[in-house]
């Protein structure tokens, strides 16, 4: 059975997933290679941070900030930056139809992303973002 953690890191790859249906979604991709005709999505396992405890019974209160990173060409109709934004607004309105993440979390948000262009010698430009994913959930023991 998988831990929380893994619960949820799988659960905002879904989402994300879902969100663009054309994209290629991963998680903790070491180095791409290229990026696909319908942008590829990388989501880092991130940082679940120090927890707050509770006691009786005991709680482990994580805000786990996800990393998540995005990269697009421009499409026949769309400059780089109108594609990449949006995909933002894609994940964003997938984030606030599920906040809950079907229950598994108590929270889920977005921060703002930051974004700049990718340049490659004899190839065509693309345009990179990337925010974080701030998922607050509890759990009864921090290895599970």
């Given at each position: 059975?998988?831990?929380k953690?893994e ?14 249906p054309?994209?290629?979604?991963k998680?903790?991709?070491?180095k791409?290679e290229r ?23 005991v ?10 990173e995005?990269?697009?060409f421009?499409?026949a ?7 990449v934004?949006?995909?933002?607004a ?8 599920n906040r ?14 930051t974004?700049?262009?990718?340049e ?7 345009r990179f973002?990337?925010?974080v ?9 921090p290895?599970?």
């Amino acid at each position: 059975m998988p831990s929380k953690r893994e619960t949820v890191l799988g659960a905002v790859k879904s989402l994300v997933a879902a969100a663009l249906p054309g994209a290629e979604v991963k998680r903790n991709l070491a180095k791409p290679e290229r990026i696909p005709p319908g942008g590829l999505v990388v989501i880092r396992d991130g940082d679940p941070g120090e927890p707050d405890v509770t006691l009786s019974p005991v709680s482990y209160l994580y805000t786990h900030r996800i990393p998540v990173e995005i990269a697009a060409f421009e499409s026949a109709t769309l400059t780089r930056e109108q594609v990449v934004d949006e995909m933002l607004a894609a994940i964003g309105a997938a984030i606030i139809a599920n906040r809950r993440l079907g229950g598994l979390v108590d929270w889920i948000e977005a921060e703002a992303p930051t974004s700049e262009d990718i340049e490659t010698t004899g190839s065509q430009a693309g345009r990179f973002a990337d925010f974080v994913i701030v998922a607050t959930y509890a759990t009864a023991d921090p290895l599970n």
